[in-house]
Nanobody, 125 residues
Framework: QVQLVESGGGLVQAGGSLRLSCVASGRILSLNVMGWYRQAPGNERELVATISKGDITNYADSVKGRFTISRDNAKKAEYLQMNSLKPEDTAIYYC???????????????????WGQGTQVTVSS
């Protein structure tokens, strides 16, 4: 079964840095666009950043210049380097990937969206 597992969250002071990792496991035929979302207490889930197979990136305005998304296709992983963290960055961060899983007994395969369980990032004042 395909799974996405995040790591790297924690408690950090304002101005500090954290690096989030997400590793996909299972039999995967194709790893397409990947990204990070976050949800702060009382708020809607929002897109933080995405990265395509061709390494084209897209960032929310609130994190531009501070966060950097990257991917390692060989490791089936994506990363989010977060610098100059602010208290308003406090949220649960979710790994996202659109991928094509291998399914036993199926000739045709279709891409699907997968989500990690989330990792807590807390930035103190």
């Amino acid at each position: 079964q395909v799974q996405l597992v995040e790591s790297g969250g924690g408690l950090v002071q304002a101005g500090g840095s954290l690096r989030l990792s997400c590793v996909a496991s299972g039999r995967i035929l194709s790893l397409n666009v990947m990204g990070w979302y976050r949800q702060a207490p009382g708020n809607e889930r929002e897109l933080v950043a995405t990265i395509s197979k061709g390494d084209i990136t897209n960032y929310a305005d609130s994190v531009k210049g501070r966060f950097t998304i990257s991917r390692d296709n060989a490791k089936k992983a994506e990363y989010l380097q977060m610098n100059s963290l602010k208290p308003e960055d406090t949220a649960i961060y979710y790994c996202y990937a659109n991928l094509t899983p291998y399914i036993d007994g199926t000739l045709f395969h279709t891409s699907r969206d997968y989500w990690g369980q989330g990792t807590q990032v807390t930035v103190s004042s």
